[in-house]
């Protein structure tokens, strides 16, 4: 199938993908149903969207704020039962918007944004779902606290600003073996008493499965080639 019938057919390439995690799920022992699957529609509009949700699926993902608002308002008047996960770097300023459009945000990273998502969650009296991003890769261009850094931060979050941590996010570098990072984040969220895992993409979700995770992340998979930004460039 070419990523253009893959785009128009958003639906049946869903389905394709919940069967692969059912295939995976069983050969790793697992329930599939405790693997959370979040369909990422960040570039694509409503219009790409909406087979999707018609679908059934309710758990979708954006990395920007300022996209998702643009699109998202409208679809939760048409599916109130959606659930909508933020995926991508987030800035302080971003966070009082951030907490009234998003269910749960798994890129908490650094105090500023964890003091930030603390307030403003306070005053809107919501309780999100949170996950702390790991640069388990140490990358200079990649979000995430440090390994080294992790217990730390998390003690910051759990006790001083009482933020309910789900777990830990990680996306592994491109060119390194994605089950090495895997298997860390998971020892890590262990170690840490934390059952989220929020690790597998289009790429390697598969392999993901056979190291626990319980949230993954799919985009061009389901929905095809990302769109074109007006910018030029894919996301």
């Known amino acids: 199938m070419t990523d253009q019938d893959t785009a128009a057919h958003p639906g049946h390439d869903l389905d394709n993908v919940k069967a692969r995690i059912a295939d995976r799920a069983r050969e790793a022992n697992r329930n599939s149903a405790d693997i959370t699957l979040i ?37 939760k008047e048409e599916f109130p039962d959606v659930e909508l996960h933020l995926i991508g770097p987030l800035q302080s300023n971003k ?21 930030a998502i603390a307030s403003e969650m306070a005053k809107a009296d919501k309780k999100l779902r949170l996950f702390i991003q790991v640069n388990t890769g140490e990358e200079p261009q990649r979000a995430g606290v440090l ?60 392999k993901a499965i056979h190291f626990d995770t319980t949230h993954i992340r799919i985009g061009s998979a389901i929905f095809g080639a990302r769109q074109i930004t007006a910018a030029g460039a894919k996301n």
């Open 39 to 75: 369909a990422v529609s960040k570039t694509f509009d409503a219009d790409a969207i909406r087979p999707v949700l018609q679908a059934g699926h309710r758990i979708f993902g954006e990395n920007r704020v300022q996209e998702a608002q643009g699109k998202w308002p409208g679809l």
């Open 95 to 115: 966070a009082r918007d951030a907490v009234a459009l998003f269910d749960a945000i798994h890129t908490i990273d650094r105090p500023k944004i964890a003091r």
């Open 147 to 206: 390994p080294g850094d992790l217990d730390e931060f998390y003690a910051l979050c759990r006790d001083e600003l009482k933020l309910p941590i789900d777990g830990l996010m990680c996306i592994p570098p491109i060119d390194e073996e994605p089950g090495v990072h895997f298997a860390f984040l998971a020892k890590r969220a262990g170690e840490l008493g934390l059952k989220g895992l929020s690790m597998g993409m289009s790429s390697d979700f598969e």
